[in-house]
């Protein structure tokens, strides 16, 4: 005998009612998920975060082992005679950072640091001298330079220069500013730093250190091959000599 609750008919439940608390649950799972994935800037905790961000075992190895060969090869490099150096042709370098992250030796990055190559397709105009080539040659792999014609310069300076104000980044579109502090070097607008970079003239590290380095943009595919060999053998590293003009103008 069936009991009197048994015998009770279900409450009556309209259909529209129910697909409604189907998408209300449908949706409440899409966003408990996307919240978990970090979605529409929900951020991630920090313990996940840390989670993350922990390297396994074997990626500390092989970075440890990339540094120690980095710096084994740069060691090889500075000790190759002065006679393989190549013959400067030009007062003025234009140096372009392309590789170096993980697999570098606290070595190569500082001499990197020291040219004012701190990050990569940074680009900088140099002094052409013994001292910086030795130094080019040590961090050969990561580095590619060559000498830039005066368009070049011209239309790297109007494009990219800036002048580094109070640890900020200003763009040389005001004379203004380039008076104020290169003014006692009679050095008064963008033009007279054209001509005193092109000609390597007595006030070129006080220009520079002025304007900081060149951000240039990200080289289009196919354009970096990403070999660390030298450019002459078919790489992308090391003296281009004039080619590097060709490099400029696609990454201008």
Do not use: W
């Not at 234009?94 to 990055?109: A, C, V």
């Amino acid at each position: 005998m069936m009991t009197e609750e048994e015998g009770q008919p279900l409450p009556y439940v309209s259909e529209i009612v129910l697909k409604k608390r189907k998408v209300r649950d449908e949706l409440a799972i899409t966003r408990r998920t996307q919240l978990e994935l970090g979605k529409y800037g929900a951020k991630k905790s920090k313990k996940q975060s840390d989670v993350s961000d922990i390297k396994r075992p074997e990626q500390f190895i092989k970075e440890f082992r990339d540094k120690e060969l980095d710096l084994i090869r740069m060691k090889q490099r500075a000790k190759r005679p002065k006679s393989m150096m190549p013959k400067l042709r030009s007062n003025l370098l234009f140096i372009i950072r392309l590789q170096g992250k993980n697999d570098m030796h606290p070595k190569t990055r500082k001499i990197l640091y020291n040219l004012g190559l701190r990050k990569l397709f940074s680009g900088v105009f140099v002094k052409a001298t013994e001292g910086v080539m030795e130094m080019l040659q040590k961090v050969e792999p990561y580095v590619t330079y060559g000498y830039p014609n005066l368009k070049n310069m011209k239309e790297l300076i109007y494009k990219k220069g800036y002048a580094r104000i109070d640890k900020k980044a200003v763009p040389l579109t005001d004379n203004n500013i380039i008076e104020q502090t290169l003014g006692n070097h009679g050095i008064i607008c963008i033009e007279d730093i054209v001509h005193e970079i092109a000609n390597v003239g007595p006030h070129f590290k006080e220009v520079i250190h002025f304007m900081g380095p060149l951000m240039l943009s990200k080289p289009e595919d196919g354009l970096i091959k990403g070999k660390k060999q030298p450019y002459k053998e078919g790489g992308d590293a090391g003296n281009r000599g004039d080619e590097i003009n060709d490099l400029i103008s696609k990454m201008n």
